[in-house]
């Protein structure tokens, strides 16, 4: 991947931090040692690219991962970011919520 597009996408994700007044912290991965070792130990195994390490972004909120930029894009689409950061919507907010019904039948033999 190239650094334009790993630029771009992370100002997508802090744009719309910024704009939705999400309290957020840029951790940078090339010029601090600590934060890349930190964020590739800390993406989980299933979420690891099968070759190489874990490219930026990658999201956290505190110690719990959240997901790449592709599950952030897909959380955006869907309408469901806050869970993706396992935030509280704020009043007011549109957020997609999923119902799911059951239901039996009962027939009565006479």
């Known amino acids: 991947m190239s650094y334009s597009k790993i630029k771009k996408q992370q100002q997508d994700i802090m744009g719309f931090l910024t704009v939705n007044k999400i309290d957020f912290e840029e951790c940078d991965i090339v010029t601090n040692e600590d934060n890349r070792k930190w964020m590739r130990e800390n993406v989980p195994e299933d979420f690891r690219p099968t070759t190489g390490v874990p490219l930026p972004p990658q999201i956290f909120n505190e110690e719990q991962y959240c997901g790449n930029y592709e599950a952030f894009f897909d959380a955006r689409e869907e309408h469901a970011v806050y869970a993706f950061l396992g935030l509280t919507a ?10 799911l019904w059951t239901y039996s039948v ?3 033999h006479r």
Do not use: D, R
Not at 90 to 97: A, H
């Open 106 to 108: 009962c027939q009565n």
């Open 90 to 99: 704020p009043l007011g907010s549109k957020v997609k919520t999923m119902v």
